[in-house]
């Protein structure tokens, strides 16, 4: 772990699997409540160093962070692999956005603007000037998942530090290793305590975040359940939540078809399926479904499963055991309620094979709840109006990709959908760090996107300078 510029060991050491041979890639400290405490008094004791930085000085240490990152992007690349068994042509590609995501919160650094407020628009307010000013919170507690290890942990450190806050950061214990290397970057450029990264019981180092009256922030990235259980305790702390989707890709009958199939391919098998906004229902118009259908199987046969180091895999294995046998039990179900299996459907240890489902229904549970693997449901609806009201019946409400050559359609669904955005001629997996990210409904509360978690990283205060 890393606490006040220091590395902290315990005697507790919990071992960090391979999930693709489960051999031991490393082991992290168990922290004890005390290496919490100590990490949160440290963030919060580097905070006036922090604040006393000039923003040019911040954004040249955060330029500092993205080039020695980059310096590393090889040993990164594959520790991402290790340590969460994406193949790693994908794990490069998280790499080379964290690299990104750094570089954009070293020009958001400088840009921290407030406005001028005219008073005398109100009779109270003549001769009086009023502006505001953007401050940093203080300190932020950041609590990440497994599947983006690194670019999901970037995204919340690079705007608190770019917005002069001190950052206590707790990455998944199923993948914790490349956020620990990527504190140690920060640390050598940015004062002790600055950023901490701890390890261990994810619920007591959830509880003293709550707990803490020193944190002034939690942002966290993960599932709706431990989501929904911090938005209940966290009083009147600010929060950002990040959580799951059930994104939908829609085809209408006017789609090109070969491109929607190139998008279902993409959007439902990366990562295995294991990221919020995979494609995880495909609702498609009924006279296209059987061309459809059938060219998704053809390019689905296609993809290479097997070692993520090996550059060509398409398809590794799931973060763990439990993971593919819940993916297996979701397929099977939907298998006994009526689907048909195109292809897959099988499952070696953590393995789970690309999967096409046809003839889904909304009720079924693989589409019913997020299922974080790699399957393809198609939903095969008769109109447009059909396809909205599937689209929009569930909790989630994150990303959807539509799919149809005709603007009047594709205007009449971006507004109809449910969702934080909506992509015309794209899968919901389109995401570039610049733009404003999040979801509605039970995909959670705020954005993020460096510009957008960077204005949510600060409090605005307004000064007023009263007439002579
Ligand atoms: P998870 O909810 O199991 O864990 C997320 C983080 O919360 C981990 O660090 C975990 O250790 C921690 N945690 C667990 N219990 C806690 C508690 N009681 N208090 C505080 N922290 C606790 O999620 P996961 O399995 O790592 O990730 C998958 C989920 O994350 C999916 O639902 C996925 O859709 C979602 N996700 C959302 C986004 C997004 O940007 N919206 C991005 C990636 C993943």
Same mark, same amino acid.
């Given at each position: 772990?890393l606490?006040?510029?220091?590395?902290?060991?315990?005697e507790?050491?919990i071992?960090?699997?391979?999930?693709?041979?489960q051999?031991?890639?490393?082991?992290?400290?168990?922290?004890?409540?005390?290496?919490?405490?100590?990490?949160?008094?440290?963030?919060?004791?580097?905070?006036?160093?922090?604040?006393?930085l000039t923003?040019?000085?911040v954004?040249e240490?955060?330029?500092?962070?993205?080039?020695?990152?980059?310096?590393?992007?090889?040993?990164?690349?594959?520790?991402?692999?290790?340590?969460?068994?994406?193949?790693?042509?994908?794990?490069?590609?998280?790499?080379?956005?964290?690299?990104?995501?750094?570089?954009?919160?070293?020009?958001?650094?400088? *840009?921290?603007?407030?406005?001028?407020?005219?008073?005398?628009?109100?009779?109270?307010?003549?001769?009086?000037?009023?502006?505001?000013?953007?401050?940093p919170?203080?300190?932020?507690?950041?609590?990440t998942?497994?599947?983006?290890?690194?670019n999901l942990?970037?995204?919340?450190?690079?705007?608190?530090?770019?917005?002069?806050?001190?950052?206590?950061?707790?990455?998944?214990?199923?993948?914790?290793?490349?956020?620990?290397?990527?504190?140690?970057?920060?640390?050598?450029?940015?004062?002790d305590?600055?950023i901490n990264?701890?390890?261990?019981?994810?619920k007591?180092?959830g509880?003293?975040?709550?707990?803490?009256d020193?944190?002034?922030?939690?942002?966290?990235?993960?599932?709706?359940?431990?989501?929904?259980?911090?938005?209940?305790?966290?009083?009147?702390?600010?929060?950002?939540?990040?959580?799951?989707g059930?994104?939908?890709?829609?085809?209408?009958?006017?789609?090109?078809?070969?491109?929607?199939?190139?998008?279902?391919v993409k959007?439902?098998?990366?990562?295995?399926?294991?990221?919020?906004?995979?494609?995880?229902?495909?609702?498609?118009?009924n006279e296209?479904?059987?061309?459809?259908s059938? /060219?998704?199987v053809?390019?689905?046969?296609?993809?290479?499963i097997?070692d993520?180091?090996?550059?060509?895999?398409?398809?590794g294995?799931?973060?763990?055991?439990?993971s593919?046998?819940n993916?297996?039990?979701v397929?099977?179900?939907?298998?006994?309620?009526?689907?048909?299996?195109?292809?897959?459907?099988? *499952?070696?240890?953590?393995?789970?094979?690309?999967?096409v489902?046809?003839?889904?229904?909304?009720?079924?549970?693989?589409?019913?709840?997020?299922?974080?693997?790699?399957?393809s449901?198609?939903? *095969?609806?008769?109109?447009i109006?059909?396809?909205?009201?599937?689209?929009?019946?569930?909790?989630y409400a994150?990303?959807?990709?539509?799919?149809?050559?005709?603007?009047?359609?594709?205007?009449?669904?971006?507004?109809?959908?449910?969702?934080?955005?909506?992509?015309?001629n794209?899968?919901?997996?389109?995401?570039?760090?610049?733009?404003?990210?999040?979801g509605?409904?039970?995909?959670?509360?705020?954005?993020e996107?460096? /510009?957008?978690?960077?204005?949510?990283?600060?409090?605005?205060?307004?000064?007023?300078?009263?007439?002579k």
């Open positions: 772990m606490i006040n510029g220091k590395n902290v060991t315990s507790d050491e071992p960090v699997l391979n999930p693709y041979n051999e031991v890639v490393d082991t992290v400290p168990s922290a004890s409540q005390k290496d919490v405490k100590n990490a949160i008094q440290s963030a919060n004791k580097a905070k006036i160093k922090m604040k006393s923003s040019r000085e954004s240490n955060l330029y500092e962070v993205s080039n020695e990152m980059k310096k590393k992007i090889d040993e990164f690349s594959k520790m991402i692999t290790l340590e969460t068994g994406k193949p790693i042509k994908f794990s490069r590609e998280e790499a080379k956005r964290a690299i990104e995501t750094f570089k954009l919160s070293a020009e958001e650094a400088k *840009r921290i603007y407030g406005e001028t407020i005219p008073l005398d628009a109100c009779r109270a307010g003549e001769g009086h000037i009023a502006f505001t000013i953007r401050e919170l203080g300190v932020v507690a950041a609590i998942p497994f599947n983006y290890p690194l942990a970037a995204h919340k450190v690079g705007p608190a530090i770019a917005a002069k806050n001190t950052v206590v950061l707790k990455p998944s214990l199923k993948a914790p290793l490349t956020a620990i290397m990527m504190g140690k970057i920060i640390d050598t450029y940015f004062p305590g600055v990264v701890i390890t261990g019981n994810a007591m180092i509880d003293e975040f709550i707990k803490s020193l944190i002034n922030k939690i942002t966290f990235t993960g599932g709706l359940n431990v989501g929904k259980k911090i938005a209940k305790s966290v009083g009147l702390k600010k929060l950002t939540l990040e959580l799951g059930n994104d939908p890709l829609i085809v209408l009958s006017d789609a090109d078809i070969d491109k929607a199939v190139e998008a279902a959007g439902s098998y990366l990562y295995s399926g294991q990221v919020c906004i995979a494609v995880k229902r495909i609702i498609v118009e296209i479904a059987d061309e459809f059938e /060219k998704l053809k390019e689905t046969k296609k993809l290479k097997g993520p180091m090996d550059p060509k895999t398409d398809i294995p799931l973060i763990d055991l439990n593919a046998i993916v297996e039990k397929v099977k179900d939907a298998i006994k309620n009526g689907a048909e299996l195109l292809y897959g459907g099988n *499952r070696e240890k953590n393995l789970f094979e690309p999967t489902l046809d003839y889904v229904t909304p009720e079924m549970k693989v589409v019913k709840e997020e299922t974080f693997g790699p399957v449901p198609i939903i *095969r609806v008769k109109s109006d059909e396809a909205v009201k599937i689209a929009n019946d569930t909790c994150l990303q959807a990709g539509v799919f149809t050559e005709n603007i009047h359609k594709a205007l009449e669904l971006s507004q109809k959908i449910e969702a934080g955005a909506v992509i015309i794209k899968q919901s997996t389109f995401r570039t760090d610049n733009m404003p990210f999040g509605f409904k039970c995909s959670g509360i705020g954005k996107g460096v /510009k957008y978690a960077v204005n949510d990283m600060t409090r605005e205060k307004l000064i007023i300078f009263a007439p």
